[in-house]
């Protein structure tokens, strides 16, 4: 049992290339969240997806896109990367859609845009 | 002004100190109140989780919540080198409806135990 796994653990990338985080979990969890976390900033919330199928704005979601490919995945896609998308990214899932589920969260793939 | 502000620290303490560390929101519809517990470099963790105003005792650590002030704490009785991390606040407002599991969380604050 993995738990949640994201990939690529670090990655540089020039402004305006494109690329896809992949987030997979193997828990059979409903709702997945991406989060990004910058110093003095906490985690905040970019897309979440309650259930295969559907997604939704966070808090943060300018210049990302999401898919919830099926019930494991849930991928990141920056289409034109910018300097302040230079973050660290999480990936974290919960069993149903309730508050009270524990958030299980990925290792974190960090980003640096130049 | 952010829904939940934390003081980010750095927090240093010697080996066995009480730590307090707190939080502070703005919404008076949050009503679960978690806290997390980060290692460098790994993703944050869920340490403890109370329902609305009052204390939690989870061996040495004791989460309150005063919603009268929108005041939240955990309190670290003698703390150990390995509770060296990051401790974030998160928050939410409800189970169900549209809130699907979506959590508010603080900066973070930066704690370390020396021996």
């Known amino acids: 049992n993995a738990g949640v796994t994201q990939t690529p653990k670090f990655q540089v990338l020039k402004t305006g290339q494109s690329m896809t985080l992949q987030c997979a979990q193997d828990m059979n969890h409903n709702s997945m969240y991406w989060y990004r976390q910058d110093p003095g900033m906490g985690l905040r919330l970019i897309y979440y997806s309650a259930s295969e199928g559907t997604t939704d704005k966070g808090e943060v979601p300018n210049g990302y896109n999401v898919s919830r490919l099926n019930k494991r995945e849930f991928s990141l896609r920056l289409e034109s990367a910018a300097p302040s998308q230079t973050s660290v990214y999480f990936c974290?899932?919960?069993?149903?859609?309730?508050?009270?589920?524990?958030?299980?969260f990925g290792p974190g793939t960090r980003l640096t845009v130049l | 002004q952010k829904e939940v502000e934390q003081d980010p620290g750095p927090l240093s303490v010697p080996e066995g100190a009480i730590v307090s560390l707190n939080c502070t929101y703005s919404n008076s519809a949050f009503q679960y109140f978690m806290w997390y517990r980060q290692y460098s470099r790994k993703g944050p963790e869920l340490l403890m989780y109370?329902?609305?105003?009052g204390n939690k005792e989870d061996g040495r650590f004791t989460a309150q919540v005063d919603k009268s002030s929108k005041y939240i704490s955990l309190f670290i009785r003698d703390s150990q080198p390995s509770d060296s991390a990051t401790y974030l606040c998160?928050?939410?407002?409800?189970?169900?409806?549209?809130?699907?599991?979506?959590?508010?969380f603080g900066q973070g604050t930066i704690l370390t135990v020396h021996p």
């Open positions: 974290a899932s919960i069993p149903g859609r309730k508050s009270t589920d524990t958030q299980y």
């Open positions: 998160a928050m939410s407002v409800g189970i169900g409806g549209t809130s699907y599991g979506k959590l508010t």
């Open positions: 109370t329902y609305s105003s």
